[in-house]
């Protein structure tokens, strides 16, 4: 099924990319009962590791790991890599980060993968305080906030990072699974409007627009479920 799934959409991209429809498929979802292939996530004394150590190799030296923070983000916020990466520091207004774009792995700028990709995720603290530390790292004023060109290069200085550190190998997607799973016992509408699933997803759907103060709501509830899952481990 996922096989068929990816020839679909690799013809329908490559009729986008021809110019022949700007149509991109949401509703082309694996059906629910399919069977699925194991995701792997982060365990609590893995994050214990990942909010400690911000050390990785380099030719074969120990090293900082300047995307130290972006990592952290991935698993505090739950974007997509895309998302990540293309995120900008004029996104950033207040503590709240307006997802407006992806990077793709073909190094292009897209809207994102669904209707429901560009969105306003409220950031809070020990989410906020990685984009604090990661300008204070680089000084940047404007432009990607982490700095990434490539998805395939984020991916292999990750794959290092784990190598380095002790930790399972797991794909950068894989850390937004991690998010997924650590906030799933949050409401329902607000998981979806964090992660930005189109409603035919499994995350729980709903048809419901966002209340006002929801936003400040969820990320309360996320700083307590992450304080409370780090100093467990810590």
């Not at 099924?1 to 020839?7: C, E, G, L, Y």
């Not at 290069?153 to 794909?171: D, K, M, S, V």
Request: hydrophobic share 35%; proline share 4%; aromatic share 8%.
């Amino acid at each position: 099924i996922k096989d068929i799934r990816h020839a679909v959409l690799a013809l329908l991209k490559f009729c986008r990319r021809a110019g022949f429809t700007d149509y991109r498929p949401d509703e082309v979802e694996i059906p629910r009962n399919a069977r699925n292939q194991e995701k792997h996530i982060l365990q609590p004394e893995d994050l214990a590791v990942l909010f400690a150590s911000d050390r990785t190799t380099y030719q074969g030296r120990e090293v900082f790991d300047p995307n130290i923070y972006a990592y952290r983000f991935v698993v505090l916020t739950g974007l997509r890599p895309g998302e990540n990466a293309f995120l900008r520091v004029e996104d950033i207004e207040g503590n709240v980060a307006h997802i407006r774009g992806s990077l793709n792995a073909d190094g292009e700028i897209t809207t994102g993968k669904n209707a429901n990709a560009l969105r306003d995720v409220t950031l809070y603290p020990l989410a906020m305080e990685q984009v604090k530390r990661q300008l204070l790292l680089t000084g940047r004023r404007a432009g990607p906030l982490w700095g990434i060109t490539r998805q395939d290069t984020f991916r292999e200085q990750w794959y290092r990072y784990c190598a380095h550190n002790g930790l399972p190998h797991i794909t950068p997607y894989e850390l937004r699974h991690t998010f997924v799973s650590i906030a799933q016992d949050l409401p329902e509408g607000q998981l979806k409007q964090l992660v930005g699933h189109s409603r035919n997803m499994d995350t729980r759907g709903t048809y419901a627009h966002e209340v006002q103060g929801q936003r400040q709501r969820t990320a309360a509830n996320l700083e307590k479920i992450f304080a409370e899952l780090l100093a467990s481990c810590g």
